[in-house]
């Protein structure tokens, strides 16, 4: 920043304090000015990144520890059994959770999408998470998954 300062005249006695009065405004102009400046890019950059990428709603999730798991197995019961044994509580949530790798993506999609089906007739909120990971994977969670408002 250049520095700039008002120089008093060898005949003047009684005006020191509006000189260093006007240097002191001087200063405070430019430095409120170098930091508006810089404020704004940074908003501006932020704000073209955020209006390209950010969805024009996002809704916050929870995922509550589960009170029930659910893996499908050859000799058990399907998940639309399994359901109907579980205490009716309007306040829970069945999550499918599909972990799939690289060579079964496609397989492992169809099978969560089979069991989201296989519940449809109940009054369960069904959500479907697929994530990629190392082995694949295929359990349902059933969770209060809407924290209780606490006053």
Known sequence: M???MIVRGKGSTNNGWQLVLADLSL???LVT????V?????ANAWHARTSVVAPLHVAPSYVAPSQALFRPTARGPNLAQWLA???ADP???LTIIAQYSSTDKDLVWA???RMASSIAPSDVPVRVVITKGEQSDLYASLAYDEPELSN
């Open 2 to 4: 250049i520095g700039y």
């Open 27 to 29: 200063i405070l102009f």
């Open 33 to 36: 000015l170098t930091a508006l």
């Open 38 to 42: 810089n404020t704004s890019d940074e």
């Open 85 to 87: 044994e579980q205490p």
């Open 91 to 93: 306040r829970a949530t």
């Open 111 to 113: 099978d969560a999408h």
